[in-house]
């Protein structure tokens, strides 16, 4: 069981937007640390897609984006492109684990 | 820009030590956070730690037999793992910080370790 959670898979069309949740707790998002979103796709190392809940490294298109509230963070893509077809992780600072946790990891498929 | 490539034996007999090198090029080793991820077939990523003098920290589920180091002279970060199982086959990544966050900006590809006698 990964500290964050998020949906195993999700869907859309292209052209649509969808939104992938990151659920912490108060001792990660909730305590203030920073949430960063990463793209994986079949084969490759991840790729940072937010850093710091949400701010998009250079190359980035801006449909992607990145959003907190409490103890949960959501990354949302709008305009999906069947390239956007790929495992999406989240990631924080968990304080109780002194260490870096990752989310479970989301499958888009874009229909 | 700074890269990373793994390297490693591919192939390491259960109870032994897993030894892997992640070489820094177009840049330099020192003055900056290294961190190893892995992630088994068909799963999700997991840190097993972060390596700077005098600031390393270690998944605590492997902190027993992790251990980090550089060596600045070849530009190379080192993971060792002791007393490997079944559970430690996986892709490993060699990752350290995009400028002015602590996401990890800069990936290497991954070497895969298959842990089998």
């Known amino acids: 069981q990964s500290v964050l959670t998020q949906p195993p898979s999700l869907s859309g069309a292209p052209g649509q937007r969808v939104t992938i949740s990151c659920t912490g707790s108060?001792?990660?998002?909730?305590?203030?640390?920073?949430v960063h979103w990463y793209q994986q796709l079949p084969g490759a190392a991840p790729k940072l897609l937010i850093y710091?809940?949400?701010n998009r490294p250079s190359g980035v298109p801006d449909r992607f984006s990145g959003s907190n509230s409490g103890t949960s963070a959501a990354l949302a893509i709008t305009g999906l492109q069947a390239d956007d077809e790929a495992q999406y992780y989240c990631?924080?600072?968990?304080?109780?684990?002194?260490?870096?946790?990752f989310g479970g990891g989301t499958k888009l498929t874009v229909l | 820009q700074v890269q990373l490539q793994e390297s490693g034996p591919g192939l390491v007999n259960p109870s032994e030590t897993l030894s892997l090198t992640c070489t820094v090029s177009?840049?330099?080793?020192?003055?900056?956070?290294w961190t190893w991820v892995r992630q088994p077939a068909g799963k999700g990523l997991e840190w097993i730690g972060r390596?700077?003098?005098?600031?390393?920290h270690y998944n605590p589920s492997l902190k027993s037999r992790v251990t980090m180091s550089i060596d600045a002279s070849m530009n190379q970060f080192s993971l060792r793992l002791t007393s490997v199982t079944a559970a430690d086959t996986a892709v490993y990544f060699c990752?350290?910080?995009?400028?002015?966050?602590?996401?990890?900006?800069?990936w290497g590809r991954g070497t895969g370790v298959t842990v089998s006698s």
């Open positions: 108060s001792s990660n998002i909730g305590a203030g640390y920073d």
């Open positions: 390596f700077y003098p005098g600031d390393t």
């Open positions: 990752a350290t910080y995009a400028p002015g966050s602590d996401a990890f900006g800069i």
């Open positions: 710091a809940n949400n």
């Open positions: 990631q924080s600072y968990d304080t109780s684990l002194s260490g870096v946790v």
């Open positions: 177009r840049g330099s080793i020192s003055h900056s956070y």
